[in-house]
């Protein structure tokens, strides 16, 4: 095959935050509201919060994204490919040995 793809990844690590919290969750937790009341209803007594049925909060740890070019006839190795850039460009350390393709796009 004639051409090239585009592979776009990043690295991940052990300690990656990738989580859902329910604002339901979130305003059952006593610390929260006493923060939510300071800020926004300071002096106000007697309020109460709530929020819309399934309204999420996502906390996710950013990394940075990387991308490499590759030719068609690599596709079956893509992810191998994705790890020895990952190497090259010495990405790679003791708690951050995973990479996580995140897009492919043929050029």
């Known amino acids: 095959m004639d051409g090239t793809i585009m592979v776009t990844y990043r690295v991940l690590c052990d ?21 939510i009341r300071s800020e926004y209803a300071k002096g106000v007594r007697n309020a109460t919060f709530s929020s ?3 309204a999420m ?3 996710e740890t950013i990394r940075e994204v990387q991308s490499i070019e590759v030719s068609k006839d690599d596709f079956a190795d893509l992810l191998t490919l994705a790890e020895d850039d990952a190497k090259n460009k010495k990405l790679l350390k003791k708690d951050c040995e995973r990479v996580e393709l995140i897009d492919i796009k043929t050029l």
Do not use: A, F, H
């Open 57 to 59: 909060l996502k906390i």
């Open 52 to 54: 819309s049925q399934g």
């Open 15 to 35: 300690t990656d935050l990738n989580t859902q919290i329910s604002l339901k969750e979130l305003l059952e937790n006593e610390k929260v509201l006493k923060v």
